[in-house]
């Protein structure tokens, strides 16, 4: 499974960014996909999750409210809208999926999220 994502930027504080992930190399409705980011110093956070249909979403109390993860099948594409940004937002985002419960299998590139204040 191959994960392209893409929509990072800098932006100001209380703006939005759209995060897209493309996926390719397996069906893309037999997986679970993600959200991951990491900020520097820090450890790696899960932000985001859905299930394979889409009609089960999963948010870190850090994000939850403020962000939205979706899923176009169709697209073979996970989003992630993120409203209300702060700086504490700052850091690479990372999209994964894994074909069922456990861990996470594949990973995406990164895409870096700044918010100014």
């Known amino acids: 499974v191959q994960l392209q994502a893409s929509g990072g930027g800098l932006v100001q504080v209380g703006g939005s960014l759209r995060l897209s992930c493309a996926a390719s190399?397996?069906?893309?409705?037999?997986?679970?996909m993600g959200w991951f980011r990491q900020a520097p110093g820090k450890e790696r956070e899960r932000i985001a999750a859905?299930?394979?249909?889409?009609?089960?979403?999963d948010y870190a109390d850090s994000v939850k409210g403020r962000f939205t993860i979706s899923r176009d099948n169709a697209k073979n594409t996970v989003y992630l809208q993120m409203n209300s940004l702060k700086p504490e937002d700052t850091a690479v985002y990372y999209c994964?999926?894994?074909?069922?419960?456990?861990?996470?299998?594949?990973w995406g590139q990164g895409t870096q999220v700044t918010v100014s204040s």
């Open positions: 859905i299930t394979r249909g889409g009609s089960i979403t």
């Open positions: 190399g397996r069906t893309f409705s037999t997986l679970y």
């Open positions: 994964a999926a894994k074909p069922g419960p456990g861990e996470y299998a594949y």
